[in-house]
Nanobody, 127 residues
Framework: QVQLVESGGGLAQAGGSLRLSCAAS????????LGWFRQAPGKEREFVAA????????YYTDSVKGRFTISRDNTKNTVYLQMNSLEPEDTAVYHC????????????????????WGQGTQVTVSS
């Protein structure tokens, strides 16, 4: 069982930055791939970024490439999402996810491949 707790959300201006963190419980953290998804009001949950179990593979949705960076620190059981050049369209509740397996990060862009979810943290970007 893995429990995920997100933090770091808040209000930012367009062009600004935020860094999200997701702390995970469990002693097998390093064997999980990790991802970030987001859900805006009235929209379906969408994939944002993923990182493989060993950090060797990352994958991003096109709209955040070059602006967002996903990383992990297995010594702290934490995954991060550095968000730069924020846009109002980035406004959403951001959820982290964990998934078993040793596939490339792109495999985890499908939410059905995630096994655990956090409750989410709100990110609001004003224009």
């Amino acid at each position: 069982q893995v429990q995920l707790v997100e933090s770091g959300g808040g209000l930012a201006q367009a062009g600004g930055s935020l860094r999200l963190s997701c702390a995970a419980s469990g002693r097998t953290f390093s064997s999980y791939a990790l991802g970030w998804f987001r859900q805006a009001p009235g929209k379906e949950r969408e994939f944002v970024a993923a990182i493989s179990w060993n950090g060797g593979s990352t994958y991003y949705t096109d709209s955040v490439k070059g602006r967002f960076t996903i990383s992990r620190d297995n010594t702290k059981n934490t995954v991060y999402l550095q968000m730069n050049s924020l846009e109002p369209e980035d406004t959403a509740v951001y959820h982290c996810s964990a998934a078993r397996g040793y596939y490339p990060a792109s495999y985890y862009s499908n939410s059905r491949n995630s096994d655990y979810w956090g409750q989410g943290t709100q990110v609001t970007v004003s224009s």
